[in-house]
């Protein structure tokens, strides 16, 4: 009876924050179709080494080229910086996958993020760009404050997303 007692105190003593775990892998996919021939399109974002297409890159510094374990460092602006790795590089087909290596959780607030970016022809010669990417956001233990949640993470990189490919259609289409 004793024991009974013991383990059914054990039970209710238990909290549901002894259930909860970490934050869950978060993905953002984003497309957009330009009007413009995939060729056109993919000499304008193959160099892994440039990224000065989107608005929010003031620069860009690299070294490896389109290697495989290049890096790339994007400035946004003082003090705020992105490195970036390249882990394939597929031109055949017009793609190529990167991560986040380095950032700071208050420029973007995610953690552990990898990318596709990925251009495909139309049937009307078009081209369609998707950009997809999987991470966590910036806190990574239970009770995120807001900055660093999950909707802050998915809304920084889907800002991120618009953002960029709405700018390549606009210099592309000129």
Known sequence: MKVTFILLLSILSVTTESFAHGPSRQKVVEKIVINAPIE???????????MNWHPAVMSTEGEGGNSIGAKRTLTLGPGATIVESLEKYIPAQHKFFYRIIDVDTAVIPINNYSSWFKLNETSEGHTEITWQGAFYRGYMNNNPPENLNDKAAIAAVTSIYVSGLSELKKILEE
């Open 40 to 50: 056109k399109v993919w000499d304008s974002v193959k160099n892994f080494q440039n």
